[in-house]
């Protein structure tokens, strides 16, 4: 019997879209690939997520640190404020359909938590969010100082929430080999391909750790007996 259910952030809830203009990148004269280069450049992203780089500014100060270019104080503090909209609209812009399904497993008296990859930028909106409300418990990796896939991260979720992993599901879109982490916690996966269609190769990938596969966030509900 599935009591708590807990779900990924990004590509599985939200997805932090570039818009049409005024994006980080175009801030500095970048294209997208290139900013995504220097801002998820692996050794920072997990320097970022764990937590070790804590202020907002110097997030942005370490990513333009490893541009070959002199980015300034105004330029920096701009790209801040753009980054911190971005991820606040990302957090807004919840479809009807998920919603929905939170709403759903809140009436049958399901736990829902959040295990993140997420540094302080990324999660500064958060209690401010349309999926907030709907949440019993969050764990943010900036906050714990722990990444998934390590298993220790989803076991302090389920001892947050007071649930043995033969009770718990675990949705995510695979990124950061995550169903891998939670499978080997002893929760049931779900991968899910809702918000962001992976390819071929990737698919297959994330295929070997997940019990169940969904294209509709509604097929959630199937996968836990509804």
């Given at each position: 019997m599935?009591?708590a259910?807990?779900f990924?952030?990004?590509f599985?809830?939200i997805?932090?879209?570039?818009g049409?203009?005024?994006?980080?990148?175009?801030?500095?004269?970048?294209s997208a690939e290139?900013?995504e280069?220097?801002?998820e450049?692996p050794?920072?992203?997990?320097?970022r997520?764990?937590g070790?780089?804590?202020?907002?500014?110097?997030?942005?100060?370490?990513?333009?640190?490893g541009m070959?270019?002199?980015v300034?104080a105004?330029q920096?503090?701009?790209?801040?404020?753009?980054?911190?909209?971005?991820?606040r609209a990302?957090?807004?812009?919840?479809?009807d359909?998920i919603?929905d399904v939170?709403g759903?497993?809140?009436k049958?008296g399901i736990q829902i938590?959040l295990i993140?990859?997420?540094d302080?930028?990324?999660?500064?909106?958060?209690?401010e969010s349309?999926?907030?409300?709907?949440?019993?418990?969050a764990?943010?990796?900036?906050?714990?100082g722990?990444?998934k896939?390590?298993?220790?991260?989803y076991k302090?979720?389920?001892?947050?929430l007071?649930?043995?992993?033969?009770?718990c599901?675990?949705?995510?879109d695979g990124?950061?080999?995550e169903?891998?982490?939670?499978k080997s916690?002893?929760?049931?996966t779900?991968?899910?391909?809702?918000l962001?269609?992976?390819?071929?190769?990737?698919?297959s990938?994330?295929m070997a750790?997940a019990d169940h596969?969904?294209?509709n966030f509604?097929?959630?509900?199937?996968?836990?007996g509804e």
């Amino acid at each position: 019997m599935i009591r708590a259910v807990y779900f990924d952030l990004f590509f599985t809830l939200i997805t932090p879209a570039y818009g049409k203009q005024n994006n980080e990148f175009d801030l500095l004269g970048l294209s997208a690939e290139e900013w995504e280069k220097y801002a998820e450049e692996p050794l920072l992203y997990r320097e970022r997520a764990l937590g070790t780089v804590s202020s907002e500014m110097e997030i942005i100060e370490k990513i333009a640190a490893g541009m070959p270019f002199e980015v300034s104080a105004a330029q920096k503090q701009k790209v801040l404020g753009v980054r911190r909209e971005r991820m606040r609209a990302a957090l807004q812009n919840i479809s009807d359909d998920i919603i929905d399904v939170l709403g759903t497993l809140k009436k049958k008296g399901i736990q829902i938590g959040l295990i993140s990859n997420a540094d302080r930028i990324d999660c500064r909106y958060w209690k401010e969010s349309k999926l907030f409300p709907f949440f019993d418990d969050a764990v943010f990796s900036c906050d714990v100082g722990l990444l998934k896939p390590d298993i220790h991260i989803y076991k302090l979720a389920m001892q947050r929430l007071g649930v043995p992993p033969e009770n718990c599901i675990f949705v995510g879109d695979g990124g950061s080999n995550e169903l891998y982490g939670a499978k080997s916690a002893g929760m049931k996966t779900v991968f899910s391909e809702a918000l962001e269609v992976k390819d071929d190769e990737s698919r297959s990938r994330i295929m070997a750790y997940a019990d169940h596969h969904i294209k509709n966030f509604r097929e959630i509900l199937s996968c836990i007996g509804e």
